[in-house]
């Protein structure tokens, strides 16, 4: 499904990612979306320096993604997540990643492609310590540790981001299928939820 390009791998974005974020300073008062923002904003500009002529912002704040490369009409979406991990095993849970329904129409087309670059992360006191960057496509990430949330027309998202991370290999298109199968089960629950509740109005 996916055309072949020209296009940055998720091994060399990960390679980059790994040799310019460095650790930073920010005082404990500021909570773990001020990190996220300020990890989230370092990734960007490491391409946006290194990769001038690929590097594309977002289209609004709503986009999917964080920053975008694009080469021979072909764009790639990073989306920036960052998690922190702590000793006691509680910490950030991981966000919502994609609405179901964007998921569906970019999957769909052979000119976008959407990978995460995933960024844990501990703090000891002003200092925050980058730790382990993972750079999976979106069909890399494995269904046993994703759900779809009742949010919206239903949001992809990871489980819990304190456990640990499973990819898989099996491919988008086969990933693809197994989306489209687990968005109608959501979707027939949540109809089977509604009309229930359409019963008890008469």
């Not at 960007?44 to 289209?59: G, M, T």
């Not at 966000?95 to 129409?105: A, E, G, M, T």
């Amino acid at each position: 499904m996916e055309k072949k390009d020209n296009i940055m791998k998720n091994d060399k974005v990960k390679s980059l990612v790994e040799s310019n974020l460095y650790n930073f300073t920010l005082g404990e008062e500021y909570g773990q979306r001020a990190v996220g923002d300020k990890i989230e904003a370092e990734c960007a500009n490491i391409f946006k320096n290194l990769y001038p002529n690929e590097y594309v912002d977002p289209s609004s704040k709503k986009s999917t993604d964080d920053f975008s490369l694009e080469n021979d009409n072909h764009k790639k979406l990073l989306d920036v997540k960052s998690h922190w991990v702590q000793t006691d095993g509680n910490g950030f849970s991981m966000p919502n990643l994609i609405s179901i329904k964007k998921l569906r129409k970019l999957l769909e087309d052979n000119t976008k492609c959407l990978s995460y670059i995933l960024v844990d992360y501990v703090r000891r006191g002003d200092d925050v310590i980058v730790g382990d960057v993972h750079v999976p496509y979106v069909w890399e990430l494995d269904w046993s540790i994703l759900h779809i949330q009742n949010l919206g027309w239903g949001q992809l998202q990871i489980k819990d981001a304190n456990k640990e991370l499973v990819f898989t290999d099996m491919g988008k298109e086969k990933w693809f299928q197994k989306f489209k199968l687990e968005a109608k089960k959501y979707y027939k629950k949540h109809l089977t939820k509604i009309e229930k509740e359409l019963k008890n109005w008469g």
